[in-house]
């Protein structure tokens, strides 16, 4: 295994920053809350809050869930089913609000990239994120974020030049589920007439693989995935949610009892040496520790297997003595491994592999008995595409949008 000049300039750097980043600032609520993304409890309570008997509570709550998540209402004067006095009484102490939308991009290849911003802790400096749409033959995924910027510095990932501002609401986390299918007008979709079938749901699947570290910020993900999977309501199996780790130990198993999704491991090295530059957390939890946390997940097996995310550099991680190393290292953990062509940002030292080399990396892993599919590259030209987001908090210089101008039109 080579290391290039990229990656020798990179470990310098990244070896004298801190493995995690502290919050900058905090999450400060709004004078009225909304009531996308509580809890049954939660919502119960605050509708206990607001006088509504408790005998009622229990039923009102299944009415109110209802209107959010299998209409998706954006206005409580929609919710037919309660009586107006009640609507009224909503209105006066809660919204429906969804994050606000400043930017939508559209890729050439279908990818959709939504920058929302989201309250501060005042007025004049809100907080950006950016989610992203992923359209496929059988599916449709939504890779969403959990923080604003993010607490990790993996030298290779454009959001983790980016200063780690706050952790994510489990509301402003299921508001992005919520607006993208406003936006896909995918409610309209799932509601059909009845005696016919309704039409494919546009948003089939939900990866949290957006800005930020979701394990660092473990009760509002855990929440705000619970609400995504109730059957009731939005309805997406846990099977069709991955949550994605640079390997935050302690939390892993965690997250398999109290989560129960499907995990992603950003792995991206076979050594702790080279690891330990490209993804620094590496430096606290060794792969040792993360391997032996991915082999005790709760539930693994062939049917849920583990996925090895690789970001192939050049000349960095993928010699063909690397894909065998990688082979080795996995040995016994039911898992696939995807490969991701690097994907290129304004700035940055790395190279993606050659397709080629990319290729013969991709059969050796094959030929052991794992699937290694290769991410095709999505919304590159839009900046949307793995490891690129990086919200408009941080502006991009009159050179960098030429560099982005120039790979979208080399691509």
Request: contains cysteine; charged residues 25%.
């Amino acid at each position: 295994m080579t290391t290039s000049r990229a990656g020798a300039d990179s470990d310098a750097a990244t070896m004298g920053a801190p493995i995690e980043k502290r919050p900058l600032e905090r999450y400060v609520a709004p004078a009225k809350p909304s009531l996308v993304s509580l809890s049954r409890a939660v919502l119960g309570e605050a509708l206990g809050g607001i006088d509504v008997p408790e005998r009622q509570r229990r039923m009102r709550v299944q009415q109110i869930w209802h209107w959010l998540y299998v209409r998706g209402v954006q206005d409580f004067g929609a919710m037919t089913t309660l009586s107006k006095e009640m609507r009224a009484e909503l209105d006066r102490h809660f919204t429906l609000a969804r994050p606000e939308i400043v930017a939508e991009q559209t890729s050439v290849d279908g990818t959709r990239k939504w920058l929302l911003r989201l309250p501060g802790e005042t007025p004049d400096r809100p907080h950006d994120v950016e989610c992203v749409y992923i359209p496929e033959t059988d599916r449709g995924t939504l890779c969403i974020s959990s923080q604003v910027g993010c607490t990790l510095n993996c030298s290779f990932c454009h959001t983790g030049t980016q200063r780690l501002v706050r952790n994510l609401t489990a509301g402003e986390i299921v508001g992005q589920v919520v607006l993208a299918r406003d936006r896909l007008a995918d409610w309209q979709r799932a509601a059909a007439p009845a005696g016919t079938e309704p039409e494919k749901r546009l948003v089939s699947n939900v990866v949290m693989m957006g800005m930020g570290e979701p394990l660092y910020n473990f009760e509002a993900v855990r929440d705000a995935l619970a609400v995504v999977a109730d059957g009731d309501g939005l309805s997406l199996s846990k099977r069709r949610i991955t949550l994605s780790t640079s390997g935050v130990v302690p939390n892993i198993v965690r997250a398999g009892a109290e989560i129960g999704s499907m995990l992603a491991i950003s792995l991206h090295a076979v050594t702790d040496e080279l690891r330990n530059e490209l993804v620094p957390l590496n430096r606290k939890y060794p792969l040792r520790e993360l391997l032996d946390a991915c082999r005790n997940y709760p539930g693994l097996s062939n049917a849920r297997r583990i996925t090895f995310e690789y970001v192939m550099l050049k000349g960095v991680n993928d010699s063909l003595a690397d894909a065998r190393a990688l082979v080795r290292l996995i040995k016994g953990i039911p898992a696939k491994i995807n490969l991701i062509p690097f994907n290129p940002w304004p700035g940055t030292t790395y190279e993606c592999s050659d397709w080629e080399q990319i290729e013969k990396f991709s059969e050796i892993v094959f030929d052991a008995g794992y699937a290694s599919p290769v991410r095709t590259p999505r919304g590159r030209d839009i900046l949307a595409a793995c490891g690129q987001l990086k919200s408009a908090t941080e502006k991009l210089s009159a050179r960098e949008r030429l560099a982005l101008r120039a790979m979208a039109m080399t691509d």
